[in-house]
């Protein structure tokens, strides 16, 4: 492939073989400049996908009727209609900024209306989110917790196995990278016969996730085929699903966990297409025993994605690695996910978030959560000689992911959060 | 207080105290019938508030510059306003509604305009529903299921009598009453060493709840005082949370409720407001032990609503009393509710919707589901000569809610869906 006519630097995240998608505003916005807008990401640039659209070059069958999808404020419109218009979007703003097409290349009015450099923009959330699901698909992640909450003997729940478990999680309280995360207060576990605990969380914790974003939904009623659950799915982001474990400790029996995620969630800006993702697919985790029918896929895939998790204790200049993961750790994939969560009919929309849980590797230093990685605190995580069990106020996590081709890197950016201390 | 102008019957739910608002348009809108809007009930018929909007009629000091709320496809932008703009708008249209007021009552062609046979319009879901929270705040029904599922030492969790326990439930699968249900197809239980069973779920309930409103909302990071929280509700709908039992019961340990709650929860169209309510408050259950500062209302209220079950078999043509509850059921109240549900900051918007959970009372027949009315299949429950563990196919279910005052009623209409049967 050509590569870009705009700078694109060997370890930028953002190659012309990626174009991530997300909604953005210039921070210093004048008034001819309509705000939010989709963008696509390119080197160190965001391009206008609605400047686009207004000089007429979305010209493929599909968006040539249909690109007021790009003059939206969000990108459920886009999402909604399908991998077709993606794949035409995708194919025409290659074209527009590779290096050997003159179009955008050398018409300078066009480059400044439709390209502002990354440090002058704001991201803002993609879309509008429906409705947010969390699952629960990395077999080491679902192993440690077992232990640690109900001992060795019971750890995987029983249902594992058969199924993707689920819960819903909480839409409004989900926020976009850099926004800054307030400790919750809550109640925890009594100690013998006192009154349940109360205050700030003494156990905030990060949780490694990425998150799907649907495309277009299906009919209430209507379940999705596995073998057609990809068409559904227009790509995926970095998603920190902070808990406070305290809280999710004494209120998760029976119906699951609810205060102690529900006071933010941070999603990552960019929607890394599967388009773009597919040279990085690779085969999915044999599965044992096999599973029912409705979610025997037969073309088994996971995608290699590199994740890393890094803390920047507070009042520390630097932000120290703890964690290297990898999305193929998920013994769920994708489209079994989709499957499982319309087998009873329950309709998806355009843009809903459907995360994959905490992201373990099976090695100590590839999982996903302090839980896990201080035994619930019971292990101090050294820092380069800052310490910690849970996160203190200051601490920022951030998060990282890309995959490395062919000299050129998918990257997916950052998707970062920073814990302030809990109101008074 | 004078009557309306508007015949209403005795046995009328929509008397002129009551004027509960939903979204409505005409079965056979014209083209010049811009619809979906929002709407009063009165008597049999529907009061069309941007026809009132657009003729200038509220013309108090709040909705005159913001009367533009009554134009809306939802009921969101007026829920956002706050409890003084819902009181202005409850009493301009009591006046309107009044049989000395000859404002309408006198204008044949406004009168056209703006009211509609009830059995001419449709009704809408009335709020676009960010977020749906369902509690479990009925002691009996929590103690019930708990015995059923984990034994009679065990039955209500430790956790229970110190915090209104809830989860998050599925927005997008919310449907409005008189919409078929089609019954979900999923996993139960393998028995012994087999595979999960897999097909149309066997065990079909309905679930008695109501269901909270949520008027204007709190920002994320701040909680609402739980003296101040019943300005965060605009009023209560009938809700029923279908259930699945066999999919709920192995699905639902560790992360809660998914499938066998998310192919459809019906609510009723007309969200009755707590200030037509309010005379029909009462004392809320005393409290063992105390609850949590955060939770210690200086006013501790509920409200006497007698709730009915009615179940129409398939192929007979009446409907069958199977359940009597009461709203006052509820152990934990609205204001706690959302107190608990913000305290860790998580933010609410308008249009959220909050789920009581299932409203069972003490008696046998006040039991409000039939997992608890059968003891989870053991008995037959008889509908006059036919009999059910678990609803079947065809089989309709019927909820209705009225509080009687001085030759008045403020009643909520009725909440239904009929059970179709799964897809093949």
Chains 1, 2 share one sequence.
């Not at 694109?8 to 990626?18: A, G, I, K, R, T």
């Amino acid at each position: 492939m050509a590569n870009s006519f705009v700078q694109v630097s060997p370890d930028s995240h953002f190659s012309l073989q990626n174009l991530p998608y997300g909604i953005f505003h210039p921070r210093d916005a004048a008034a001819d400049q309509p705000s939010p807008r989709p963008g696509v990401a390119i080197g160190d640039y965001v391009l206008d996908l609605s400047a686009i659209a207004s000089a007429g070059l979305f010209d493929g069958p599909i968006l040539k009727s249909s690109s007021e999808c790009f003059l939206q404020t969000t990108l459920n419109a886009f999402l909604q209609l399908g991998r077709p218009a993606w794949k035409e979007a995708r194919a025409t703003i290659q074209k527009l900024l590779s290096a050997d097409e003159p179009t955008l290349r050398d018409n300078a009015s066009l480059r400044k209306k439709s390209l502002f450099p990354m440090s002058e923009v704001e991201m803002l959330l993609p879309t509008v989110i429906g409705d947010y699901t969390d699952f629960f698909s990395s077999m080491h992640h679902a192993k440690n917790c077992g232990t640690i909450f109900r001992g060795p003997e019971n750890a995987i729940p029983v249902n594992w196995f058969h199924l993707p478990i689920a819960y819903h999680g909480r839409a409004s309280s989900i926020v976009i990278s850099g926004t800054d995360i307030i400790r919750p207060r809550g109640q925890g576990y009594p100690i013998s016969d006192s009154p349940p605990s109360f205050g700030p969380s003494k156990k905030m914790d990060f949780e490694l996730e990425m998150a799907a974003i649907v495309g277009p939904g299906n009919e209430l009623g209507k379940p999705v085929n596995v073998n057609e659950a990809l068409d559904h799915i227009f790509g995926l982001v970095l998603m920190n699903d902070w808990s406070a474990r305290d809280i999710q400790a004494w209120e998760y029996v029976p119906l699951g966990p609810f205060l102690g995620k529900s006071f933010g969630t941070t999603i990552s800006p960019w929607i890394v297409t599967l388009d773009a993702l597919e040279p990085f697919s690779c085969d999915a985790p044999n599965q044992v025993p096999n599973p029912l029918p409705y979610l025997a896929e037969s073309k088994h895939k996971n995608y290699d994605i590199p994740l890393q998790v890094w803390i920047k204790p507070a009042g520390q200049n630097d932000p120290f690695l703890v964690t290297k993961s990898n999305f193929n750790n998920l013994y769920w994939t994708l489209s079994q996910q989709v499957a499982h969560h319309t087998i009873n009919g329950c309709n998806l929309r355009p843009g809903d978030l459907l995360g994959t849980g905490t992201i373990s590797g099976p090695e100590p230093d590839s999982l996903g959560c302090l839980l896990e990685l201080t035994w619930n605190g019971k292990n101090l995580l050294d820092l380069n000689g800052v310490s910690r069990h849970f996160l203190e106020d200051g601490d920022e996590v951030i998060f990282s992911a890309c995959c490395k081709g062919n000299n050129y890197n998918v990257g997916f950016g950052k998707c970062s959060g920073k814990i302030l201390p809990a109101h008074p």
